[in-house]
């Protein structure tokens, strides 16, 4: 079984443009959770999807924005990059109520 | 506000020592997990607990989660060189609700 996967591994962007990350969750998991990791701060919760809906949202400021495609599949934006945005971003998928698989994670680097 | 805590937050020891990690609530949560990071990847999840007072066994490691349900721990029994990593907590209310971490015990086995 494919596990969760994440794209690209890393990024590099410069302050002030967009990033789009992406992730394919485990066949038959429709929720798909979005964490973002920074140095020091822990696992911080962004988003979570689930059969195509936003169900929950973290304390993130709204230029942090995804969907939720058909195939269960995610995409994660982030408008307007700014420095202390640069962080591990994971994904993770589960069915409802279980525990988490996890991808490896997007490192994004914002310069 | 961490919901939350876990302790110590860095532990260092010799491989064949045991060893107690802990994570606190005032909150009472449906479930807890156990997840291990090791860097540049993903947690990965090792075992979840549902029932106050639940004890369970994962090889050389036992959890247990309390009468309450507000708090969780992890015993090591002669800790390997291989368990070295990032030791999460994590928890939700509700079944239907978004899983929140802990920050995290950063655990070193020296050889």
């Known amino acids: 079984e494919a596990g969760v996967t994440q794209s690209p591994t890393h990024l590099i962007k410069t302050r002030g443009q967009q990033a789009t990350l992406r992730c394919s969750p485990i066949?038959?998991?429709?929720?798909v959770y979005w964490y973002q990791q920074a140095l020091g701060l822990g696992l911080q919760f962004l988003l979570w999807y689930d059969e195509g809906e936003e169900r929950n949202r973290g304390n993130f400021p709204p230029r942090f924005s995804g969907r939720q495609f058909p195939n269960y599949s995610s995409e994660l934006n982030v408008n307007a990059l700014e420095l202390e945005d640069s962080a591990l971003y994971l994904c993770?998928?589960?069915?409802?109520?279980?525990?988490?698989?996890f991808g490896s994670g997007t490192r994004l680097t914002v310069v | 506000t961490q919901l939350l805590e876990q302790s110590p937050q860095f532990l260092s020891i010799q491989e064949g020592e045991n060893l107690t990690v802990y994570c606190n609530s005032s909150?009472?949560?449906?479930?807890l997990q156990w997840y291990r990071q090791e860097p540049g990847e993903g947690p990965v999840l090792l075992v979840t607990v549902v029932t106050g007072g639940e004890v369970k066994k994962l090889k050389r490691l036992t959890f247990q989660f309390g009468d309450a349900r507000k708090d969780s721990s992890l015993h090591i029994t002669a800790a390997q060189t291989g368990d070295t990593g990032l030791y999460l907590c994590?928890?939700?209310?509700?079944?239907?609700?978004?899983?929140?971490f802990g920050p995290g015990t950063s655990l070193s086995v020296i050889p």
């Open positions: 994590a928890g939700r209310k509700t079944s239907y609700d978004k899983v929140i």
């Open positions: 909150s009472v949560f449906s479930s």
């Open positions: 993770a998928s589960s069915r409802t109520g279980y525990g988490y698989t």
């Open positions: 066949s038959g998991h429709t929720s």
